[in-house]
């Protein structure tokens, strides 16, 4: 099994900043892209950034110029420093992985629980 485990949400002031961490473990051969995506209450996910293993990085118009999306291969670990942060960035941010369990099996993409994250004064 894999398990994604995100930490590093909660509640911040307009323009302050957090940095969100996302570990992934278990049976894990190689890890091709991992990524943050959102969910605001009654929107659909969307997605923030993505990283692949080569550092390939794509960022949503909307956090351009304000997140930083960063991977640590060696711990199989994706961050999310995010600055200047806005109420609209309020939402649930999920972990993403798509990854391979061995050599031989094809890419499946793995999901984390979410951590909230609150920008309000």
């Known amino acids: 099994q894999v398990q994604l485990v995100e930490s590093g949400g909660g509640l911040v002031q307009p323009g302050g900043s957090l940095r969100l961490s996302c570990a992934a473990s278990?049976?894990?051969?190689?890890?091709?892209?991992m990524g943050w995506y959102r969910q605001a209450p009654g929107k659909q996910r969307e997605l923030v950034a993505t990283i692949t293993g080569g550092g390939k990085i794509n960022y949503a118009d909307s956090v351009k110029g304000r997140f930083t999306i960063s991977r640590d291969n060696a711990k199989n670990t994706v961050y999310l420093q995010m600055n200047s942060l806005k109420p609209e960035d309020t939402a649930v941010y999920y972990c993403?992985?798509?990854?391979?369990?061995?050599?031989?099996?094809?890419?499946?993409?793995?999901w984390g629980h979410g951590t909230q994250v609150t920008v309000s004064s």
């Open positions: 278990g049976s894990i051969f190689t890890i091709d892209a």
């Open positions: 993403n992985a798509d990854l391979r369990r061995s050599t031989w099996s094809i890419v499946t993409s793995w």
